[in-house]
C-alpha cells in the first residue's frame, strides 16, 4: 500500500464522514438561516445503544464469512438520502441485513453467493454506503438479507502503462485508489462529492460523475471493462479501446445498482498526473449571462475541467457561510470598480483548468474572453483553491445544520440547453412553495455542474426545518421530493444525472424508460439473476422468479 495514505478515521454511524471533522457554521450564518426558515429546535439525535438494542435477532445461520453483530448490521442499513438520515437519527429504523459479509477475494465473494443458495437470502452489494437514493437499504419485504460490504478488495491488481489502464479491485475508495495511481505518476481524476468514503464498485453500479468529468470523463468514460460475479456465473468485460461487436455489456454494469451482480474487479482509463491544477473564480451580472457563458464554452470543446455556476442565492449563501465578513466587502468592491452593479444579481463561476502548462495557458485565455463578453468577472484564483481545498468537507455541514434544526437534501437532473432555464424555475418554485400548506418555509438554491454540448445537470439544495416528530419530517421531504421530481419530468429532465434510481427514484422511471424499456431491464436482470436475489427493489421491481 502507498504510504501516504491514511486510512479515513471512523465513520459516523448516524452523519456524514468521519468523527473528528466538524464544520461550525459562523453566527452570521445561523441568522441568515433563521431569517430565511425561522428558528428551530436542535435535531434529534437518537443513540447507537438504543437502536442497537431494538434491533431482531438475525435470521441467517452462523459462517465464518458473515458477521450478524447488530451494530454492524446498523452500520450496513442506510445510506445517506434524506429519509435515512431521518430514520437514523430519530430511531425510526425497522429494517436491518440480517447479516454483512465482507470477502477479501473473489472466491470468498463466490462462497456468499453459494451461501445465499443454500439460505434463501437476498443479497445486497455494498461499497461506501454513499447512496442517496436508497440503494443499499433493505427494501419493505419480509425476507433475509445478506449485505455483501467490498471493503476489503481495495487494492489496485496491475498498471498497465503503455495501454493506460490500470485494475483495481472495486472496493477500493477515492483517495486509496488515487494514492496508488499517484505513486506510479497516475490519475483517475473520478472526484464525486463523497470521493472520501464512495468505492469504485459503487460509481460504476450507479454511473457517477466527478467534479472534473469535463476533462477525465464520467465514470462510464473510464470504465474499461472488469469482472461481474452474478447468480448465474461470471461476467468478463475485456478493455477494448472501442468495439462494434454488438451492444455494448459495459453499459449494461453501469447503472446496474447492484440489481446483476458483483463487481469485483474494474480496469480504468488513467492519465499522467497534470502538470497544472487550477481553479478560477468569475463573476457574472445574472445566472442566465453566465449560463450562456458556458454554454459557448463547453460548445466550443474548450478542453476545461470543471465549469461549476452558482445562481445568486447559492452566490450569496456560499458567502455567507464563509462567515468572512471582510473578504466579502472587498469582494464586493472589486466587483464594482469591475463593471457589476449594485443590483445585479451576481452568479459566480468556479472554472476547472487541469492539463500541461502550455495547453493550460491558451484554454484560459479563450474561457476568460468568452467570459468577458458575456459580462463575466474574473477575480483570480483565491476563491477557487478554498473551494478545491474544502470541496469535500462541505457534506459535513448536513450534520451541523441537523443539530441546529434544519434538513438539507440536493437533488439533480440533466436537461437540454433549451429546457434548462424553465426547468429550473419549476424545480425551486415547487421546493420554494411546497411547504406553505403546513406554514414552512424552504430555503432552494441551485448550480449548474456538468456541461455537455447539448445541455448541463443542475444540482439542487434544499433547506427545511425539522418537525418535531420524525413522521411529519419525512412527510415534508416527501411532498417536496415529490413536487420536484414531477417538475423536472414535466420539463423533459432525467430523474437523475448523476445519484442513480434506486429506491427513490424507481416510481419516476417508466416516464423516462417506457414500458419496454423496463420490461427490457427486468429481462436483463432475469437473466444474470434468474431467482431475483440481487438487491430486490431497486432500479427494477422486485421480481418473482418464473
Ligand atoms: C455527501 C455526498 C456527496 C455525493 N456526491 C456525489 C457526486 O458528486 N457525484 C455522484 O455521482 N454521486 C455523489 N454522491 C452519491 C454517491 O456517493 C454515489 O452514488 C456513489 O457512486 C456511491 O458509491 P458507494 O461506493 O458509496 O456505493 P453504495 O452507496 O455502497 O452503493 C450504491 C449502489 O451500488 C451498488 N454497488 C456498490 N458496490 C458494488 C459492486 N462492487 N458491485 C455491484 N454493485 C455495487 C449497491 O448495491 C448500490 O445499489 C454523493 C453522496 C453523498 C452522501
Redesign the pocket.
Known amino acids: 500500500m502507498d504510504r501516504r495514505y491514511r486510512r479515513p478515521p471512523l465513520k459516523r454511524w448516524n452523519g456524514?464522514?468521519s468523527n473528528d471533522i466538524d464544520y461550525p457554521v459562523p453566527a452570521s450564518a445561523l441568522a441568515y438561516l433563521v431569517e430565511a426558515l425561522g428558528s428551530s429546535q436542535p435535531g434529534p439525535s437518537a443513540s447507537l445503544e438504543t437502536i442497537v438494542k431494538r434491533i431482531p435477532p438475525s435470521r441467517l445461520p452462523d459462517h465464518p464469512l458473515i458477521s450478524t453483530d447488530p451494530e454492524m448490521r446498523l452500520r450496513h442499513s442506510r445510506?445517506?438520502s434524506l429519509p435515512d438520515w431521518i430514520a437514523l437519527r430519530f430511531g425510526s429504523l425497522d429494517r436491518f441485513p440480517d447479516g454483512v459479509a465482507r470477502p477479501a477475494s473473489e472466491e470468498e465473494v463466490k462462497n456468499s453467493f453459494a451461501f445465499a443458495k443454500e439460505t434463501g437470502a437476498w443479497l445486497?452489494?455494498?461499497?461506501?454506503?454513499?447512496?442517496?437514493?436508497g440503494?443499499?437499504n433493505p427494501p419493505p419485504v419480509d425476507h433475509p438479507y445478506l449485505t455483501?460490504?467490498?471493503e476489503r478488495?481495495r487494492r489496485m491488481t496491475k498498471i498497465d502503462e503503455t495501454n493506460r489502464v490500470a485494475a483495481f479491485e472495486?472496493?477500493v475508495?477515492g483517495p486509496h485508489l488515487e494514492a496508488q495511481l499517484r505513486a506510479r505518476g497516475y490519475a483517475l481524476g473520478h472526484?464525486?462529492?463523497?470521493?472520501e468514503?464512495?468505492?469504485?464498485?459503487?460509481?460504476?453500479?450507479?454511473?457517477?460523475?466527478?467534479?472534473q468529468s469535463l476533462y477525465y470523463g464520467r465514470?462510464e468514460d473510464l470504465f474499461a471493462g472488469g469482472r461481474?460475479i452474478s447468480p448465474a456465473g461470471v461476467l468478463d468485460l475485456p478493455p477494448f479501446p472501442a468495439s462494434a461487436a454488438g451492444p455494448d455489456l459495459r453499459q449494461a454494469?453501469l447503472g446496474?445498482?447492484?440489481?446483476?451482480?458483483?463487481?469485483?474487479n474494474?480496469l480504468v482509463r488513467v492519465s499522467p498526473l497534470p502538470q497544472i491544477e487550477r481553479f478560477h473564480g468569475l463573476f457574472f451580472p445574472s445566472f442566465d449571462r453566465g449560463v450562456a457563458a458556458i454554454k459557448e464554452m463547453a460548445q466550443s470543446k474548450l478542453q476545461l475541467s470543471m465549469l461549476r455556476l452558482s445562481d445568486s442565492l447559492e452566490t450569496n449563501t456560499s458567502l455567507v457561510l464563509t462567515g468572512n465578513e471582510r473578504m466579502i466587502r472587498m469582494l464586493n468592491g472589486l466587483l464594482r470598480v469591475r463593471g457589476l452593479k449594485e443590483r445585479d444579481e451576481k452568479c459566480m463561476l468556479f472554472l476547472g483548468l487541469t492539463r500541461a502548462r502550455g495547453l493550460a495557458r491558451k484554454t484560459r485565455r479563450i474561457a476568460l474572453d468568452i467570459a468577458r463578453e458575456h459580462g463575466g468577472v474574473h477575480v483570480g484564483r483565491k476563491m477557487g483553491s478554498e473551494w478545491r481545498r474544502s470541496r469535500f468537507k462541505?457534506?459535513y455541514l448536513?450534520n451541523t445544520l441537523w443539530d441546529l434544526g434544519y434538513a438539507v437534501d440536493?437533488l439533480e437532473t440533466a436537461l437540454t440547453w433549451t429546457a434548462l432555464p424553465s426547468a429550473l424555475d419549476a424545480v425551486l418554485k415547487a421546493l420554494r412553495e411546497g411547504l406553505e400548506d403546513r406554514g414552512e418555509r424552504v430555503l432552494a438554491f441551485s448550480h449548474v455542474?456538468h456541461v455537455y454540448a447539448t445541455g448541463a445537470s443542475v444540482y439542487v439544495t434544499f433547506l427545511f426545518r425539522i418537525a418535531s416528530g420524525a413522521g411529519e419530517t419525512l412527510l415534508r421531504w416527501q411532498k417536496l421530493k415529490t413536487e420536484a421530481s414531477r417538475a423536472i419530468a414535466a420539463h423533459g429532465g432525467t430523474i437523475s444525472?448523476?445519484?442513480?434510481v434506486?429506491l427513490d427514484h424507481l416510481p419516476w422511471l417508466e416516464a423516462e424508460k417506457g414500458r419496454l424499456g423496463l420490461r427490457a431491464l427486468a429481462a436483463l436482470a432475469r437473466a444474470f439473476d434468474p431467482d431475483g436475489i440481487?438487491?430486490p427493489g431497486?432500479?427494477i421491481e422486485i421480481h418473482k422468479p418464473k
Open positions: 456524514w464522514g445510506g445517506h445486497i452489494p455494498y461499497g461506501g454506503g454513499t447512496s442517496v437514493v440503494h443499499i455483501i460490504s467490498l478488495m472495486a472496493g475508495t472526484f464525486p462529492q463523497s470521493f468514503y464512495s468505492t469504485l464498485g459503487g460509481w460504476i453500479a450507479t454511473r457517477s460523475s466527478g467534479q465514470i461481474m454494469v446496474s445498482e447492484g440489481r446483476l451482480g458483483i463487481i469485483t474494474a462541505t457534506p448536513r440536493t455542474s444525472h448523476q445519484h442513480g434506486g440481487m438487491n431497486k432500479l
